[in-house]
């Protein structure tokens, strides 16, 4: 029934997260294409030809000028072959009912791009993702709880994650207490890093970054977009978790399916079910 | 495109500074480091960065680039040709990179600027340079200014400063001018040797008497003559000629001392005995053992050895794995970051190279030797201190694997007090690539005369020059400046993306990278294969005007790979290099005449015969003379604080965990990395060998592990070479790696990448006395590494020696112990199978494996009351075998809930770092034997396990090991390690405070 769900994987300029998202989606029932971003530009590619648009982690440009910073330029002030800017493309797009994914440096480009929050729905930037509190890059895992108020497809039934971060500048900021405020009371602050009884917390290292509002992920208001900084696509297999020895020896019932996996079913499902989709 | 950009000359800057009320996380490092470190109060520290655009742009451009393209509204406040000043700040520090350096901040921004702006007519080298600017509160002085920015922030071979109080403006730009003088001079090599040796030394060519006169000799050879004469040559080398010979012959390209004719006697049984050539007579004839080994046993998996960048072992009928480990050290020592940083993104270009090319780096892993970290002595003239040398370095392989998208998986650091003046820094990648291309063998390289020669990637500039020849020479006070150079993984990054897709559409016919001697190494290892090139260097893209052509030739300029092609394709290829953005340039072509040919501006600079280039280098003959050290057992002092003796153990420094740099490499990237370094509830408890899966799709999996143990070599070199071994070995073996198998073949692949590092071992009398005993433990670890590897049926299958670790300044050497680092990869079939050290479950016993001696010779543990002992480690490699494969059959019966390897500090370290991956402690009863307590606790005798089972399977795991297991124990709930000897209790503590011991941070 996933059958003609097809997203797009951007690639290129040190984007490096690619194939495991591109396997992700496969192991969750759609199609994957990886495609540097050259070839959207030059017209090889079309967004129209996918129901999702994902811009996986990594260092696009080396984290010059900022995180994400010159992609998030490239894809608002460069045309492409036709003479359009992407980011236009990209509005229709999602208009036209289909979902983004960023993750990581894919994340800090959809925010920076103004693509999240979008409060303003004129895609201004709104918030940035600067250096960590700690002012270095770290791998760890932390647990991010969902917003139970948020509505998105991405994260149905999902309450408690266990995922990677990996990065040095995931401190999420908000432009101002304005924008911050809306984001709460729209619920567009989707997942929170969480302390061991589950609540949202400030303190490292569960919150790895010192995000304002403990902040690890972003919806916007219709839902299409999310965007976080922990990795989903690191964790597919239970063979990810650095605890998987332990949870292995203490698990009733074997499961060798990891936790991020759930995100990827989940927007292949909504897809198929959305009243835009025309299965082939 | 847009007209009118271009217009007014002058030079613009454009700044960024954090807003007021933002963190200026950098600027807080600054202020805490400089207390911390130097003693210095910078008081309130704020940081900027400025972009200094060197092409004339008009004004109002100039802002839409700095509003649109640089400035992140939210955090960034914006000058413009008036720099941020403020009676706040008394003083402050100006960082520039020299002209010439890698500067991918400013490269980026130029990007942007193309992106935002399409301007018409800018040129396409680099004309926006970034600098960093450091405001202080404090008025500082001078010399603390000084000390911030050449220890702190910088480093005078890689940085121009400016400090001081600020007067609002910056002069400086680090473009670089420079006189085009494309002269070729021919050189006089027909003079006495006195003169041919100051040639050497003046040129940098590091060749000694004999290889400056075999270059004489083949000058003055008629043949050459008349044949030079012919061709219009001048009859005496050119500079261009006299570098390639240099560069070629350099022990860094040729491992003259590797290869030399060694006499070596044994000062004890008088015996005397002649090596031609170590790496023949001990790794090369050990893998080809056992190359026949398994080919007589039907086994096929070793395809390719010695002979390519890296060596090849086949996974499965569709993939080949490819891999290759080296050492970065004299670069390392200069600059650690950019040293490192090369030496990673450098290692990635070979398995990268391999055949065709255009594998799939899957890992890398990184075994470092420093200086602890609190070194107190003085530091000599360029001699940088321990700690710094460990932050450079750690932050150098982090930007080279994180900013490449590749895990660092596994690693190892040690810390001893010869390591100060020069670091150890060996890097290694990992890559999967597709065992065909088009129905042809990928790890073959074919090339036929008539292919094009393509070079790939990263522009030239002087960086570099002398590498090969530098690090074949210790430091000393003329080590060229441009030894220095700081790599670009991002500019890596597109051209590995870009070979991957093109080796797949086939376009590639074979691949190499330009490491060491650049063009002239690639080109003129390559040009082997068909039997000539020809190379027009005036077609190489620069990275600024002005390189004499033989330094374009030998420039070490980083990012460049050398593709060779067919004609044919070259459409396709230069089309798909355009889209992802990677220069290419067709440079030459392959010939059969037997030379290497170099073209400049259509003038033959260069015309040397491929077999004298290759194999003219005369045979050094070394001496080797061994002695045994006089040495003693300590007498130690009676011990009755147990406790206190393990939590001083777990805090040193060779022990301690190395989380503050394993969290700063990405080991996860990929999604495939299955044992990371940490494990465990918390992450805390450390692994043994390394584990990835290989796909998505299957369950294939890679062990991979690294042996190292230096120390043991101040008793008995041979034992440190086989304990080394054996460490690798085990480290694969406990998490469920199964040996090579002869009789019952099960065809999964090993190998491993030997990587020696021993200070200069050629005997001098003044210079190096103890010259021929250095040699001699040399020849000792070889010898080790061919019983070793023959026994257990391990192939090498590539290495790398680095000859000359000594630090020289002043009279003063300090000279790294002679060291040898294995580093190993196995195959599984499924990583699911596989076993992590963290203990799992209380109730579960817990079993010694393997046989304990007292033998606390080199031990953590002597250490401690500063000994160093008689009685190394040894490895019994019969033992060994017998409880390994007793390890594999508890595998293959799923009997084990944990394994971890016993290594530095023995077996009570080991059941602490077990129990660091859960909440519960362990109660642990050893037997009264004829060894004494402290033997039994932190011996630190090879082939060892902690392992934990669940009480079901006793009686199986039992009976499989026999009198080789242990029982000395089980896990409890109660989170506390307590330990008796017969009724004596010895150890009673909380496993938090061992923890926390352990956990004491490096602070890198």
């Known amino acids: 029934?996933?059958?003609?769900?097809r997203a797009l994987v951007v690639t290129g300029y040190g984007?490096?997260?690619?194939?495991?998202?591109?396997?992700?989606?496969?192991?969750?029932?759609?199609?994957?294409?990886?495609?540097?971003?050259?070839?959207?530009f030059s017209g090889q590619y079309r967004l129209q030809d996918y129901?999702?648009?994902?811009?996986?982690?990594?260092?696009?440009?080396?984290?010059?000028?900022?995180?994400?910073?010159?992609?998030?330029?490239?894809?608002?002030?460069?045309?492409?072959?036709?003479?359009?800017?992407?980011?236009?493309?990209?509005?229709?797009?999602?208009?036209?009912?289909?979902?983004?994914?960023?993750?990581?440096?894919?994340?800090?480009?959809?925010?920076?791009?103004?693509?999240?929050?979008?409060?303003g729905k004129n895609f201004d930037q709104e918030a940035t993702i600067t250096f960590n509190n700690s002012g270095r890059f770290e791998d760890r895992w932390v647990t991010c709880g969902v917003n139970p108020q948020s509505e998105s497809s991405f994260l149905n039934d999902l309450k408690l994650l266990e995922l990677p971060v990996r990065h040095g500048e995931g401190k999420l900021l908000f432009k101002n207490e304005d924008i911050a405020r809306s984001v709460v009371q729209n619920h567009l602050n989707t997942l929170s890093y969480v302390d061991e009884q589950g609540k949202p917390t400030p303190h490292y290292p569960q919150n790895p970054n010192g995000s304002q509002l403990n902040c690890a992920g972003l919806v916007d208001e219709s839902g299409q977009i999310f965007g976080l900084m922990p990795h989903p696509e690191a964790f597919l297999s239970l063979y990810n978790h650095p605890n998987w020895g332990w949870l292995k020896r203490h698990q009733t019932e074997p499961d060798e399916e990891g936790q991020g996996l759930q995100i990827f079913k989940n927007i292949v499902q909504a897809v198929a079910q959305s009243e835009y989709f025309v299965q082939p | 495109m847009r007209k009118g950009i271009v217009q007014s000359p002058t030079i613009n800057h454009i700044q960024l500074v954090k807003k007021e009320n933002v963190a200026d996380t950098l600027a807080d490092q600054v202020q805490e480091s400089a207390l911390k470190y130097f003693r210095i109060d910078p008081g309130k520290t704020k940081s900027g960065k400025i972009f200094t655009i060197v092409q004339p742009v008009s004004e109002h451009y100039i802002r839409d680039f700095a509003y649109q393209s640089l400035q992140d509204t939210i955090i960034h406040d914006v000058y413009i040709n008036r720099l941020y000043q403020s009676d706040q700040y008394q003083s402050y520090l100006l960082i520039a990179k020299l002209p010439g350096l890698t500067d991918d901040e400013g490269i980026s921004a130029q990007k942007a600027f193309i992106d935002l702006l399409n301007p018409q007519d800018v040129p396409d080298t680099q004309w926006i340079f970034t600098q960093d600017i450091f405001y202080f509160e404090q008025a500082l002085t001078e010399s603390q200014l000084q000390q911030l920015a050449e220890e702190l922030l910088g480093n005078p071979l890689v940085n121009h400063f400016e400090y001081g109080s600020f007067n609002g403006t910056v002069q400086y730009t680090p473009d670089v001018r420079l006189h085009t003088s494309d002269d070729v001079q021919s050189i006089d090599v027909n003079v006495p040797n006195e003169q041919l040796q100051q040639l050497s030394r003046d040129l940098l060519l590091a060749l000694d008497l004999k290889e400056m006169q075999a270059i004489k000799n083949h000058f003055a050879n008629q043949e050459t003559i008349r044949a030079r004469k012919d061709r219009g040559l001048s009859a005496m080398p050119t500079d261009c000629e006299l570098e390639v010979l240099a560069q070629t012959w350099s022990e860094h390209c040729k491992h003259k001392e590797f290869n030399a004719l060694i006499t070596y006697t044994d000062r004890h049984s008088g015996e005397v005995k002649t090596i031609d050539s170590l790496f023949k007579t001990y790794i090369k004839r050990s893998t080809d053992m056992i190359s026949k080994r398994l080919e007589k046993a039907g086994q096929h998996w070793l395809l390719k050895v010695f002979s390519d960048n890296a060596g090849v072992?086949?996974?499965?009928?569709?993939?080949?794995?490819?891999?290759?480990?080296?050492?970065?050290?004299?670069?390392?020592?200069l600059d650690p970051y950019g040293g490192a940083l090369t030496g990673i993104v450098g290692v990635n270009r070979d398995p990268l190279g391999t055949g065709i090319g255009g594998g799939k780096l899957l890992f890398n892993t990184d075994v470092l030797c420093f200086g602890p970290p609190d070194y107190q002595k003085t530091l000599l003239p360029g001699q940088l201190h321990p700690r710094r040398i460990m932050s450079g370095v750690i932050k150098g392989i982090e930007d080279g694997g994180n900013k490449s998208g590749i895990p660092t998986v596994n690693g190892s650091v040690v810390f001893d007090d010869r390591f100060a003046g020069k670091p150890l820094v060996f890097c290694g990648t990992g890559a999967v690539m597709p065992a065909r291309y088009n129905g042809r063998n990928s790890w073959d390289k074919i090339i036929d005369p008539g292919d094009r020669i393509i070079m790939a990637g990263g522009r030239v500039g002087k960086d570099g020059i002398h590498g090969a020849t530098f690090s074949s020479l210790e430091i000393g006070d003329h080590s060229p400046r441009s030894a220095v150079q700081i790599g670009s993984p991002i500019t890596q990054k597109n051209m590995s993306d870009f070979m991957e897709r093109a080796a797949a559409a086939n376009w590639i016919k074979s691949s190499t990278d330009n490491g060491a001697g650049g063009l002239s190494s690639s080109i003129g290892e390559l040009a082997r294969i068909p039997g000539g090139a020809v190379v027009e260097l005036d077609r190489v893209p620069l990275k600024y005007a002005g390189l004499k052509p033989w330094e374009i030739f030998v420039s070490e300029s980083q990012e460049r790979m050398t593709l060779v092609i067919d004609p044919h394709y070259a459409d396709e290829l230069f089309e798909l290099a355009g889209e992802f953005e990677v220069e290419l340039s067709d440079i030459g072509y392959f010939t059969d005449e037997g030379f290497l040919q170099v073209l400049y501006d259509q003038k033959t600079i260069a015309w040397l015969d491929l077999d004298f280039l290759h194999d003219g280098v005369p045979k050094k003959q070394l001496t080797a003379e061994w002695q045994k050290p006089q040495l003693s057992e300590p007498k130690l002092p009676e011990i009755t604080d147990y406790n206190d003796i393990l939590m001083r153990l777990l805090g040193r420094f060779n022990i301690r965990s190395r989380e503050d740099i394993i969290r700063r490499y990405d080991h996860e990237v990929k999604g495939k990395t299955i044992i990371k370094p940490l494990m465990g509830r918390h992450g805390y408890a450390p692994q043994d060998a390394a584990v990835m899966r290989i796909d998505f799709d299957s369950?294939?999996?890679?062990?991979?592990?690294?042996?190292?143990?230096?120390?043991?070599?101040?008793?008995?070199?041979?034992?440190?070479?086989?304990?080394?071994?054996?460490?690798?070995?085990?480290?694969?073996?406990?998490?469920?790696?199964?040996?090579?198998?002869?009789?019952?073949?099960?065809?999964?692949?090993?190998?491993?990448?030997?990587?020696?590092?021993?200070?200069?071992?050629?005997?001098?009398?003044?210079?190096?006395?103890?010259?021929?005993?250095?040699?001699?433990?040399?020849v000792q670890m070889n010898e080790a590494l061919y019983d070793m590897a023959t026994f257990f049926n391990i192939p090498m299958t590539s290495g790398k020696d680095s000859m000359k670790n000594d630090f020289i300044r002043g009279g003063t050497k300090i000279s790294v112990p002679p060291t040898i680092l294995y580093s190993m990869v196995a195959q599984t079939n499924d990583y699911r199978q596989t076993v992590t050290a963290e203990f799992k479950a209380s109730g579960d016993l817990i079993y010694v494996v393997g046989q304990t001696y007292n033998e606390l010779g080199a031990s953590e543990f002597?250490?401690?009351?500063?000994?160093?002992?008689?009685?190394?480690?040894?490895?019994?490699?019969?033992?060994?075998?017998?409880?390994?494969t007793k390890m594999m059959r508890a595998h293959t019966d799923n009997l084990l809930a944990s394994s971890h390897d016993i290594s530095d500090g023995g077996l009570a370290v080991a059941l602490a770092e077990a129990l660091f991956g859960g909440q519960f402690g362990a109660d642990i009863k050893l037997h009264e034997t004829r060894l004494p307590g402290y033997a039994q606790l932190f011996s630190e005798s090879p082939s060892r396990f902690v392992v934990s089972v669940t009480p079901q399977k006793q009686q199986a795991f039992e009976a499989v090991f026999g009198e080789d297991c242990h029982k000395i124990g089980r896990l409890t709930q109660e989170p506390r390690l307590k330990l008796s000897l017969g009724d004596q209790p010895l150890i009673d503590i909380q496993v938090d405070q061992l923890l926390n011991a352990w956990r004491a941070g490096l602070e890198v």
Request: proline content about 5%; overall charge negative; some cysteine.
């Open chain 2, 699 to 778: 369950h294939e999996g890679l062990l991979i592990s690294n042996g190292i143990k230096p120390r043991i070599g101040d008793i008995d070199p041979y034992q440190m070479s086989a304990n080394a071994f054996d460490e690798a070995v085990r480290s694969i073996i406990s998490v469920g790696g199964r040996l090579p198998d002869l009789e019952n073949g099960h065809d999964l692949f090993w190998t491993v990448n030997d990587n020696f590092c021993v200070p200069d071992s050629v005997y001098h009398p003044q210079n190096n006395p103890d010259g021929k005993i250095k040699l001699a433990k040399l």
């Open chain 2, 862 to 884: 002597y250490q401690l009351f500063e000994a160093l002992g008689a009685h190394a480690p040894r490895v019994r490699p019969q033992e060994a075998l017998r409880v390994y």
């Open chain 1, 15 to 40: 984007i490096n997260c690619e194939e495991e998202m591109a396997a992700a989606y496969r192991m969750a029932g759609a199609e994957a294409k990886i495609v540097h971003l050259n070839e959207i």
């Open chain 2, 313 to 333: 072992v086949r996974i499965n009928q569709d993939k080949v794995f490819i891999w290759k480990v080296e050492t970065h050290n004299s670069p390392s020592a």
């Open chain 1, 1 to 5: 029934m996933t059958d003609g769900v």
């Open chain 1, 51 to 119: 129901q999702i648009l994902n811009f996986p982690g990594g260092f696009s440009f080396g984290d010059d000028l900022g995180a994400a910073k010159v992609l998030s330029n490239k894809i608002k002030y460069k045309k492409t072959v036709r003479g359009h800017y992407l980011i236009d493309e990209i509005g229709k797009f999602i208009s036209d009912g289909n979902y983004i994914l960023g993750v990581c440096n894919g994340f800090q480009a959809l925010v920076k791009m103004g693509i999240l929050p979008n409060i």
